[in-house]
Every structure is written in structure tokens, then in C-alpha cells.
């Protein structure tokens, strides 16, 4: 009842309201730094080690930056109740107690994800926003289930979005996994050894969900900022703050089109920093192996550089398109007069959820194959 009152704000406004999203903005953070600042890209060649100091790292970012997005996060969902949930933001004694309580949350939620990671099977923190996105599809099919009772014509729409959601998944499993192996040649050694053929797999997607959580971050904060700025008393800033609330909404035509530019321009982004033609070229180099009809050194690496971009072209349309695809099909349905229909998973949902689950199956099956070997000591 109390939740009623405020708007549906105190279902949110829990210790653990930020999720691990700080977390996740600390990481990204900290990859992008190993390729701008020599020290830490040297820590992050060092193997194991180096993983384990750069965790160390993205977990003492993650305290600042969930202690300041934790801030902002209450004001917003004590703007957005009808009842003031913290009555007196501007006391420290009030809000700071909060904002401890809240990072802790976060905090705690990133131990259980590397708990996970050192105790079970596969990323924790992977695991966690797996099973945070799932566990919000049975509210919203019992939510659809409600409205079609009272109205007839939302069971149409719920139907097409539920098969559209099964065939999304279908194509994002078959791309997510779809590579292009460049074959390679290591010249035998020995007298009586003969050339040994390899491949260096390539795949579509290489940035994984990387780009959709920058583009979301960016598309969303003109809006959230439009929310803090309804409440000001200057009467321009409230009109503008108005106007960003209103333009930014997920259903408007300038979100999709800017989410879509973002998401390929994020792409091509972190493909660059984290995909090295050149050095890649190198270690096949080292390793005394080539490309057949391809010339070691130069050549090579504006051979795999071409590669790499033209899969990133198709991998970043193919993103950006799942990411705003089931926004799209939910305009189509407003504006036909079917009626609004909530969406089961989100297209970036759709992509944690296959990443996630692929990755479990392959480390599930490790995990056989090593008990396997260990019949025979």
C-alpha cells in the first residue's frame, strides 16, 4: 500500500536499488585505461596475476563510484514518488547514512559475484545479471496474462511479442557464435615434420555487450537529467527539463535513432582498443607461422584489420538492431491501435542472456572433461 503511494518507488528503494552497475562502470573503466596507460596494459600481460591486480583495482573503483551514483539515484527516486520517501535530502545526517547503506549493497552484491566465480561455475557477476533479467519475465507475463483478461485484444500482441522474443534469441545464438577462422600455417620443425594448419577465429560480435551499456548510458542521462530539472524553480530550466523528459522517451524517434548511432559507434570503438591487427600479426609472426598467400609482418595485419572491420560493420548493425528492434515492435503496436504490450526481455537482455547462458554450457562441459582426466591419475 505504502509502495502505491509513492508511485511504485519504494519496490526499487532497496540496499541493493543500484544493482551491480557500478561495478560494471568501474570494469569498463579499468579495460579502457589498460590500453591508454602503459603500466597497467603491461599488469594485464602478466596472466593470472595481472587479472587479479586489475580486479583488485576495478573493486577499489567501484566504492567512489557507487558511493556518487548512489546520491543520485535516491534524489531520483524520491523525485519521482508522490510521498517524499527521505524527507530531508540536504541533511547529512539523513542522506549520507543512506548512500553508505545503498554502496554497501552494491558491494555485497559484488562479493556474491566473485564468490560464484571462485566457488561454482562460470562469471558471477554474469551470472547475477542473468538471473536479475529472468526473474523479471514472470512478472511480466502474469502482468500481460491481467490485461488480457479485461481486454481481449492485448492477447494478440503478447502472443507476436512472445514468438518474436524466440526467434530474436534464435538469430542472436547463431550470430553470437558465428566466426570467421582465418587459416594459418606453422611451418614444421624437424626434419620429418610437416606443416601444421590452424585458424585464428574472428567472430562477428566481438564486443559483446559492451557497446549497448555505453549507448544506453549516454541516450538515458539527457532524460534523467530532464527529471531533476522539472523540480528546479527557475521556470526555463523547469521548460527544459520538461522538454528532455519528453523528447529522450524510449518510444520516441530521436532515442531510437541516437541509441542505434551510439551503439555502432561504441562498436567500432572497443573493437579498436581491444582487437590489435598489429600485434596479433606479431605473435603469429614470432610463432613462425603465416597466412597463405599473405606476406608476414604488414601485410598481415592489414589483412586481419580488413577482416576485423568488416565483421564489425555487420556485428554493430546486428547489435544496434537488437537493441532497439523490440522498442520498435511496441511503437508499431501503440500506434496500430493493438494496444501497448509490455516487453518480456529487452534487446540487450536478449544478448546477456544468450552470452551468459553459452558461456555456462562451455565451462559446465570443462568442468566434465577435467573430471574425466582425473579417472586416469
Known amino acids: 500500500m505504502f509502495?502505491?503511494?509513492?508511485?511504485?518507488?519504494?519496490?526499487?528503494?532497496?540496499?541493493?536499488?543500484?544493482?551491480?552497475?557500478?561495478?560494471?562502470?568501474?570494469?569498463?573503466?579499468?579495460?579502457?585505461?589498460a590500453v591508454v596507460i602503459p603500466k597497467l596494459e603491461n599488469i594485464s600481460?602478466?596472466?593470472?596475476?595481472?587479472?587479479?591486480k586489475l580486479n583488485s583495482y576495478t573493486r577499489w573503483l567501484t566504492l567512489p563510484l557507487a558511493f556518487i551514483?548512489?546520491?543520485?539515484?535516491?534524489?531520483?527516486?524520491?523525485?519521482?514518488?508522490?510521498?517524499?520517501?527521505?524527507?530531508d535530502t540536504g541533511d547529512p545526517k539523513i542522506i549520507l547514512p543512506a548512500m553508505l547503506t545503498i554502496s554497501a549493497g552494491t558491494l555485497l552484491l559484488v562479493w556474491l559475484g566473485?564468490?560464484?566465480?571462485?566457488?561454482?561455475?562460470?562469471?558471477?557477476?554474469?551470472?547475477?545479471?542473468?538471473?536479475?533479467?529472468?526473474s523479471g519475465i514472470p512478472t511480466v507475463v502474469g502482468q500481460n496474462l491481467f490485461l488480457a483478461q479485461s481486454d481481449v485484444n492485448k492477447v494478440i500482441p503478447f502472443i507476436v511479442i512472445t514468438f518474436i522474443t524466440i526467434i530474436l534469441i534464435t538469430i542472436v545464438i547463431l550470430v553470437n557464435e558465428a566466426q570467421r577462422k582465418v587459416p594459418i600455417t606453422y611451418a614444421g620443425r624437424g626434419i620429418r615434420s610437416k606443416s601444421d594448419q590452424a585458424s585464428l577465429p574472428i567472430r562477428i560480435n566481438q564486443a559483446g555487450m559492451i557497446p549497448i551499456i555505453f549507448a544506453v548510458a549516454l541516450v538515458s542521462f539527457p532524460g534523467i537529467l530532464g527529471q531533476f530539472f522539472v523540480n528546479a524553480t527557475s521556470p526555463w530550466l523547469k521548460n527544459l527539463g520538461a522538454t528532455m523528459t519528453t523528447i529522450f522517451q524510449p518510444n520516441t524517434t530521436l532515442y531510437l535513432v541516437v541509441y542505434f548511432l551510439l551503439v555502432i559507434a561504441f562498436t567500432f570503438f572497443y573493437v579498436s582498443i581491444t582487437f590489435n591487427p598489429e600485434q596479433v600479426a606479431e605473435n603469429i609472426q614470432k610463432r613462425g607461422g603465416y597466412i597463405p598467400g599473405i606476406r608476414p609482418g604488414t601485410q598481415t595485419s592489414e589483412y586481419l584489420g580488413q577482416i576485423s572491420k568488416r565483421l564489425t560493420l555487420f556485428g554493430a548493425f546486428?547489435?544496434?538492431?537488437?537493441?532497439?528492434?523490440?522498442?520498435?515492435?511496441?511503437?508499431?503496436?501503440?500506434?496500430?491501435g493493438l494496444g501497448s504490450v509490455s516487453l518480456l526481455i529487452s534487446g540487450a537482455g536478449i544478448?546477456?542472456?544468450?552470452?551468459?547462458?553459452?558461456?555456462?554450457?562451455?565451462?559446465?562441459?570443462a568442468q566434465m572433461v577435467m573430471h574425466d582426466y582425473e579417472r586416469f591419475y
Open 318 to 336: 546486428f547489435i544496434a538492431l537488437i537493441a532497439i528492434l523490440p522498442l520498435l515492435i511496441q511503437a508499431v503496436f501503440t500506434t496500430s
Open 114 to 134: 566473485e564468490q560464484i566465480s571462485e566457488r561454482g561455475i562460470g562469471n558471477g557477476i554474469s551470472i547475477l545479471i542473468f538471473t536479475s533479467i529472468i
Open 351 to 365: 544478448i546477456i542472456i544468450v552470452g551468459v547462458v553459452l558461456d555456462l554450457i562451455r565451462q559446465i562441459n
Open 45 to 52: 600481460k602478466e596472466g593470472e596475476s595481472g587479472r587479479r
Open 69 to 87: 551514483q548512489s546520491y543520485g539515484m535516491i534524489l531520483l527516486l524520491n523525485s519521482q514518488s508522490q510521498i517524499p520517501i527521505i524527507s
Open 3 to 33: 509502495s502505491l503511494l509513492t508511485g511504485g518507488s519504494t519496490e526499487n528503494f532497496s540496499i541493493v536499488l543500484m544493482g551491480i552497475s557500478p561495478y560494471i562502470n568501474a570494469s569498463i573503466i579499468i579495460q579502457l585505461l
